[in-house]
């Protein structure tokens, strides 16, 4: 009788006592869904509609809203300077840094660990409040208002993370690698680029996954230094958005989901890839 | 065998070639990072007219920080800044923390919930800051949903109201980046060794006491790291503010924080005319980074000491 209990015990209990923990989980996923499910769903309604019917599939899916968020508030424009700075940040970012991991990570110099602490320095210091001299500078060369002053900038906060992942990476190859390469007669920039660059695919993506979204995302430095329409990119033309249009919500819905779009997709197809170098790094912002 | 002069000569080599490939990254950084940072400390001690500085002032820019008229914004976004640090310790990290070891104790499904719940962090907090702004409207879902379901009356104006706007960006921010602390905290779960669990579960230890006596004291590596990346995130803290409350950090700069009054002072937004006041910039902008560094460097030492070691 009492192994009876004990066991039926045994079996339904765990169960049981895992429904809790369960719950919890489930109610967060809600807390992180429901806001985006929201948020595409009121894309393709009108303003009335929204007040009208909160949650449930818009009428129709009408594009309206997309197409007046990309061509009247010329979100279409701001997509493009988006992505020439991301693009262009991100590969400014790995040539330059996998050049200076290089030589740091794997030839005796005698100041290898110096010019690293110079360069690893950078992941910590707060240069948001070194943007009024920033911002002369940038007037000085005339780089106001100009995508490559944006690319400039990125790429050198950038920098400091990247030669750290690089020089991580390329610390561990065997020092055979290259010392064949050389006997064989191949210059230096051949057996960067050819040879060792090749071996640590695993930290070009991380650096260009982690390059791209805080360069896609980032709003401070175009607010500063682009004040021209034809320049702003997404972040900060939604923010001026959210105030103009305050009123046409559908719109507002519409360019939040176009300039999200691009993440969305790189997420789903690196979800894997994003989830171990943030666990395992954590430096992030 | 290589020959001391060939060795000699590849040293050389080495040695133009290193300087060569460094020197892109070393040029980009020192010209857009190092220089206007050390600049930007330098000038807090003179005496600035527009963007001109004009003469030494020793420590005046700092003195005139902390009296009328700066002083109160000085002080408030000092606590909107130091209570926004300790509301995300608790409401993300520590809720993080609940929710990393719910996953650990399930086999299953442990990788869908960990992508959906860091999927908000790889959003700009611009689009995460708009949303919850016409969320949290009156006349916004939120509002709609509260009164549907008899929990309010009316109008939700918790964004428009001093005593709850700062907690409902703090909430917002820790729905941003809930995800870190459960990717963080569960990469240092699967770290520790599971014979560690094993013994624990067989004198009897609950799922609660392993958490408490056991998981806890291994994973001050990662509790570590995400105290010192909370720390550096709030106090830069900018974005979520600018787009859900105004770079005045309204209602009347009840969410204002250190760097929205500095991004007011260095460009012209602060007060009623706009004007600027580079040299109160520049001493705010160098007591903060004191503040971070100093900050940053005591955690980084307080939880080096306390790693347990097995």
Known sequence: ?285 | MVHPRRKSSLRRTQQRMAVLFILPALAVYALFVLYPLAMSLWGSFFLWKGLRMVEFAGLSNFSRLFVFPSGARLYGALWHNTAWFFGIMVFQNGIGLLFAWLLFLRDKGAAFFQSVFFFPAVLSPVIVGALWRLLLAPGGVAEWALNGLGLHQGSLTVLGNSYTALWMLIAVDAWNWMGLPVLIYTAGLRQISGQIFEAAKLDGAGDARMLLSIALPLLMPAIGTLTTLSFINTFNQFDIVYVMQGVQGNPSYSTDTLVTYFYRLAFGAEGAVGITDIGLALALGTMLFLILSIGTLMMLRFFDRRTVQL
């Not at chain 1, 049981?16 to 309604?45: D, E, M, N, Q």
């Not at chain 1, 197409?67 to 020439?84: C, D, E, K, M």
């Not at chain 1, 105030?243 to 519409?254: K, P």
Request: charged share 15%; with cysteine; aromatic share 12%.
């Open chain 1, 1 to 285: 009788m009492s192994a009876l209990v004990n066991s039926q015990r045994f079996a339904i209990s765990p169960r049981l006592a895992r429904l809790p923990g369960w719950t919890v989980l489930v109610v967060w996923t809600a807390a992180v869904l429901l806001p985006l499910y929201i948020l595409v769903v009121s894309c393709f309604k009108t303003t009335a509609e929204i007040y009208d019917n909160r949650l449930g599939l818009p009428k129709s899916f009408a594009f309206d809203n997309f197409v007046n968020a990309w061509t009247r508030a010329h979100l279409g424009q701001n997509f493009v300077n988006s992505l020439i700075v991301t693009g262009g940040a991100v590969v400014l970012t790995i040539v330059v840094s996998a050049m200076a991991a290089y030589p740091l990570s794997r030839y005796r110099l005698g100041w290898n660990g110096i010019m690293l602490g110079l360069f690893l320095a950078g992941i910590m210091l707060p240069i948001r409040l070194a943007s009024v001299e920033l911002f002369t500078l940038m007037r000085n060369l005339d780089l106001l208002d100009s995508l490559t002053g944006l690319i400039l900038v990125y790429s050198a906060i950038r920098i400091p993370f990247a030669v750290f992942i690089f020089a991580n990476f390329m610390r561990v190859l065997p020092s055979e690698l290259d010392e064949a390469a050389r006997m064989d007669g191949a210059g230096e920039v051949r057996i960067l680029f050819q040879i060792i660059l090749p071996m640590v695919k695993p930290a070009v993506s991380i650096v260009a996954i982690f390059t791209a979204i805080a360069v896609w995302n980032d709003f401070f430095f175009p607010l500063i230094f682009i004040f021209d329409d034809r320049y702003k990119t997404v972040p900060l033309a939604i923010s001026v958005f959210v105030g103009q249009f305050r009123t046409d919500w559908g719109l507002v819905f519409a360019s939040l989901a176009i300039s999200m779009a691009p993440i969305l997709i790189m997420y789903c197809l690196l979800a894997r890839q994003i989830r171990e170098g943030v666990g395992a790094g954590g430096g992030m912002k």
